[in-house]
């Protein structure tokens, strides 16, 4: 994969990836999400990424949404257990628009006390919403379960009683401690000469203070498997099963990944909705996931249905899980679930916002971005005999902590 990197005295780096498109996608990606939060502060990371918008030193609220707005571009954020990130698409000729704009918002804005509180409440709401959501709630509330201890098990979003404590000294603590100058990457996919791009980055991010900070997180430990059963006022079973996966440097990361999407994964033709849904009729919604983070992993299956069908919804689950375990794939069976698996990623590389993130993000963790032919190639790389030892680790229901929200009071 084509691109090139520069990085300032303070740490801080460009990353491009050349593009003859007219329209522009970039990102400024921080290594700092929920799981840097300290304790009582659960949801802070998130509150700061809401108040970056309200006001700077340079502008208001107002002026700050209408900066790219007015020039039709499309402007935004959004936080994880490990990152925080601003991104925004525009014609080419608003590249200075939106540098001078990122660097006004991530370095200089100023959190007024009325903003706080303003937010606070459009926070509150958020969760309200969340929680109205049974099967938003119960992946939120699972994995609480799986990473109990940890600043990984916090919700993203916080509770109603810690966004209710965090005030301003909370959030100039947060931002000085892991908003590291090392740890933060300006991405550009566009059409611009490498040179132009550096000048530019060192006009508008050189003169920021270098903060070099350690980063310190707690690798969490493994707990033990749960069942657990809560009523709530709903009118359907919603239920997560999983466990805590492998690492993003794990060399099983992409017979996960490829494991994962056979049997839960992208499409209708995964083996989970094929037997559940389209063989049984039991549940209409019903997936796997995986998500690789820097020391850990998180792997869950998911089902919604009708409170009388949950049980045998969950036996069909769990024996398609013991075929995987029992039987090694043939020699066709693994081809189709390769070229299938391919072809996907292949098709997501068009979503260039996503690509140019998922580019950051390999950046910030590996030092490093794999080619598409370099992605393919380990996925094509996979063995049967790989994907039997994952699936008799990681797909062992008696390993995995199961969550079920059920129809009661």
């Given at each position: 994969?084509?691109?090139?990197?520069?990085?300032?005295?303070?740490?801080?780096?460009?990353?491009?990836?050349?593009?003859?498109?007219?329209?522009?996608?970039?990102?400024?990606?921080?290594?700092?999400?929920?799981?840097?939060?300290?304790?009582?502060?659960?949801?802070?990371?998130?509150?700061?990424?809401?108040?970056?918008?309200?006001?700077?030193?340079?502008?208001?609220?107002?002026?700050?949404?209408?900066?790219?707005?007015?020039?039709?571009?499309?402007?935004?954020?959004?936080?994880?257990?490990?990152?925080?990130?601003?991104?925004?698409?525009?014609?080419?000729?608003?590249?200075?628009?939106?540098?001078?704009?990122?660097?006004?918002?991530?370095?200089?804005?100023?959190?007024?006390?009325?903003?706080?509180?303003?937010?606070?409440?459009?926070?509150?709401?958020?969760?309200?919403?969340?929680?109205?959501?049974?099967?938003?709630?119960?992946?939120?509330?699972?994995?609480?379960?799986?990473?109990?201890?940890?600043?990984?098990?916090?919700?993203?979003?916080?509770?109603?009683?810690?966004?209710?404590?965090?005030?301003?000294?909370?959030?100039?603590?947060?931002?000085?401690?892991?908003?590291?100058?090392?740890?933060?990457?300006?991405?550009?996919?566009?059409?611009?000469?490498?040179?132009?791009?550096?000048?530019?980055?060192?006009?508008?991010?050189?003169?920021?203070?270098?903060?070099?900070?350690?980063?310190?997180?707690?690798?969490?430990?493994?707990?033990?498997?749960?069942?657990?059963?809560?009523?709530?006022?709903?009118?359907?079973?919603?239920?997560?099963?999983?466990?805590?996966?492998?690492?993003?440097?794990?060399?099983?990361?992409?017979?996960?990944?490829?494991?994962?999407?056979?049997?839960?994964?992208?499409?209708?033709?995964?083996?989970?909705?094929?037997?559940?849904?389209?063989?049984?009729?039991?549940?209409y919604t019903i997936e796997s996931n995986y998500i690789p983070f820097t020391d850990t992993g998180l792997f869950t299956i998911y089902f919604g249905t009708d409170k009388e069908k949950a049980e045998r919804a969950m036996r069909l689950v769990n024996k398609e899980l013991?075929?995987?375990?029992?039987?090694?794939?043939?020699?066709?069976?693994?081809?189709?679930?390769?070229?299938?698996?391919?072809?996907?990623?292949?098709?997501?590389?068009?979503?260039?916002?996503?690509?140019?993130?998922?580019?950051?993000?390999?950046?910030?963790?590996?030092?490093?971005?794999?080619?598409?032919?370099?992605?393919?190639?380990?996925?094509?790389?996979?063995?049967?005999?790989?994907?039997?030892?994952?699936?008799?680790?990681?797909?062992?229901?008696?390993?995995?902590?199961?969550?079920?929200?059920?129809?009661?009071?």
């Amino acid at each position: 994969m084509e691109y090139q990197v520069f990085t300032l005295p303070n740490g801080i780096r460009l990353l491009h990836h050349p593009s003859a498109s007219p329209i522009t996608h970039c990102c400024i990606m921080i290594n700092a999400g929920s799981r840097d939060e300290g304790p009582e502060q659960e949801g802070l990371a998130h509150f700061i990424e809401h108040l970056l918008f309200k006001e700077t030193e340079r502008r208001n609220t107002n002026q700050i949404l209408n900066r790219l707005e007015l020039v039709g571009a499309d402007l935004n954020a959004y936080t994880t257990k490990e990152y925080t990130c601003i991104h925004a698409s525009f014609l080419n000729q608003y590249l200075e628009r939106t540098m001078d704009l990122f660097e006004d918002l991530v370095f200089h804005s100023t959190f007024p006390q009325e903003e706080i509180e303003k937010e606070r409440g459009v926070i509150l709401d958020e969760i309200a919403s969340y929680l109205d959501q049974p099967e938003e709630a119960v992946q939120d509330d699972f994995e609480s379960l799986l990473f109990k201890g940890n600043p990984m098990g916090g919700n993203i979003l916080g509770t109603p009683e810690t966004v209710n404590k965090l005030g301003k000294k909370d959030i100039q603590t947060f931002i000085d401690k892991n908003y590291n100058t090392s740890q933060i990457i300006f991405a550009v996919f566009g059409n611009y000469d490498f040179s132009k791009l550096q000048r530019l980055t060192e006009k508008y991010f050189g003169s920021v203070p270098a903060n070099i900070n350690a980063k310190n997180r707690e690798k969490p430990v493994i707990n033990l498997p749960q069942l657990i059963r809560s009523a709530k006022p709903i009118s359907q079973t919603h239920c997560v099963m999983g466990m805590q996966a492998y690492a993003s440097s794990h060399k099983f990361k992409s017979g996960l990944l490829l494991l994962n999407n056979m049997l839960g994964g992208i499409g209708m033709s995964n083996r989970l909705n094929l037997e559940i849904r389209e063989k049984h009729g039991i549940a209409y919604t019903i997936e796997s996931n995986y998500i690789p983070f820097t020391d850990t992993g998180l792997f869950t299956i998911y089902f919604g249905t009708d409170k009388e069908k949950a049980e045998r919804a969950m036996r069909l689950v769990n024996k398609e899980l013991k075929k995987l375990r029992d039987q090694k794939l043939g020699d066709l069976q693994l081809q189709r679930a390769k070229q299938k698996f391919t072809g996907q990623i292949a098709l997501a590389e068009e979503n260039r916002m996503s690509l140019i993130i998922s580019m950051a993000k390999s950046l910030m963790d590996f030092n490093y971005i794999d080619s598409l032919e370099e992605v393919i190639a380990k996925i094509n790389a996979v063995t049967a005999e790989e994907l039997l030892e994952i699936s008799n680790e990681m797909l062992d229901e008696k390993r995995m902590t199961t969550l079920i929200f059920e129809p009661g009071e």
